[in-house]
């Protein structure tokens, strides 16, 4: 399929051609739904913590006599039912990581172009580059694109100028194509890649 190719002062560079088995399928809500799953539960940092009954302070001395109290039998102020206790069976630091496969994770990948491509949520453009790391005249310029939540992915390596007058723009993100998962994609409203990053991509998920 082809696709028009713009520059960043919304000018015309000609068109693309865009391989089917990448930017062409039918997308998938089930595939993608487990590929943000899979990415939110690597993200979780798994680092919640409670105290259990052989961590709280207290003293190992039995707190009353056995018989004769009319009450429970009890022999630590460290069982759960009592206040300041331990906590039975709480959240221990562990990992929220899960499996996919490379094949699922590539499938993904390519879902996730495919439904921007369906909804005409995604552009191509020449390049992204600057002369000069201006966030004001890139923001001038996203604006006279309409682009507002968008997410830019370049090729190998992202133009430093370009990467630094972004950096200040908060609905604006910039990957290398290394760097493009299906969360960022689907986040954004736009996904705006360059051809180099049409490229790479095409290599990586073929």
């Given at each position: 399929m082809k696709l028009d190719v713009i520059n960043l002062d919304a000018g015309s560079e000609g068109s693309i051609?865009?391989?089917?088995?990448?930017?062409?399928?039918?997308?998938?809500?089930d595939i993608l739904?487990?590929?943000v799953r899979w990415q939110r539960a690597?993200?979780?940092?798994g680092t919640h913590?409670?105290?259990g009954r052989s961590e709280v302070s207290y003293s190992t001395k039995k707190i009353y006599r056995q018989k004769g109290t009319g009450g429970a039998r009890h022999g630590s102020?460290?069982?759960?039912i009592f206040r300041k206790g331990g906590v039975y069976?709480?959240?221990?630091?562990?990992?929220?990581e899960h499996d996919l496969t490379k094949k699922f994770r590539k499938l993904g990948l390519r879902h996730a172009l495919s439904a921007k491509m369906?909804?005409?949520?995604?552009?191509?453009?020449?390049?992204?580059k600057m002369s000069e790391a201006k966030t004001a005249e890139l923001s001038k310029r996203l604006s006279k694109l309409g682009w507002k939540r968008a997410l830019i992915i370049d090729g190998?390596?992202?133009d430093a100028n370009f990467a630094r007058a972004a950096r200040n723009i908060e609905t604006l993100d910039v990957l290398p194509s290394v760097g493009a998962n299906v969360y960022d994609i689907l986040k954004k409203d736009t996904l705006v890649l360059t051809k180099a990053a049409v490229e790479a991509l095409e290599a990586r998920l073929k």
């Open positions: 051609e865009l391989d089917d088995t990448i930017f062409g399928l039918e997308p998938r809500a739904h487990r590929m690597r993200a979780q940092q913590s409670v105290k102020r460290k069982a759960p069976k709480g959240p221990t630091p562990r990992s929220h369906t909804a005409g949520e995604l552009v191509v453009i020449e390049s992204a190998a390596d992202v």
